[in-house]
């Protein structure tokens, strides 16, 4: 069963830093790409960033370049994301993700609030 935990959320002050984490288990984790997503209140899902299966190529967004960075040890099989300067227009639930065989996995999400 696959499954993706995601952890390292909380609240944090405008300018403030975070690295939110994902467990997975259940597949072969290193040969998969693995993306965050994120929802903010009252609004849709928006790709966060992505990353492919071994690190080498990631993708973040234009409005998040250079404050979040994307990572994955896979000799862990976690994924990561470490967010700087944090705004509170990055307060949403942020998730894990991966498409695996044809099917889309999420984890349960973890609760970003940046609020002063």
């Known amino acids: 069963e696959v499954q993706l935990v995601e952890s390292g959320g909380g609240l944090v002050q405008p300018g403030g830093s975070l690295r939110l984490s994902c467990v997975a288990s259940?597949?072969?984790?290193?040969?998969?790409?693995m993306a965050w997503v994120r929802q903010a209140p009252g609004k849709g899902l928006e790709w966060v960033s992505g990353?492919?299966?071994?690190?080498?190529?990631?993708y973040i967004p234009g409005s998040m370049r250079g404050r979040f960075t994307i990572s994955r040890d896979n000799t862990k099989n976690t994924l990561y994301l470490r967010m700087n300067s944090l705004e509170s227009e990055d307060t949403g639930v942020y998730y894990c993700?991966?498409?695996?065989?044809?099917?889309?996995?999420w984890g349960q999400g973890t609760q970003v609030s940046v609020s002063s």
């Open positions: 990353i492919n299966w071994n690190g080498g190529r990631t």
């Open positions: 993700y991966s498409h695996i065989l044809r099917r889309e996995y």
């Open positions: 259940g597949f072969s984790f290193d040969n998969y790409a």
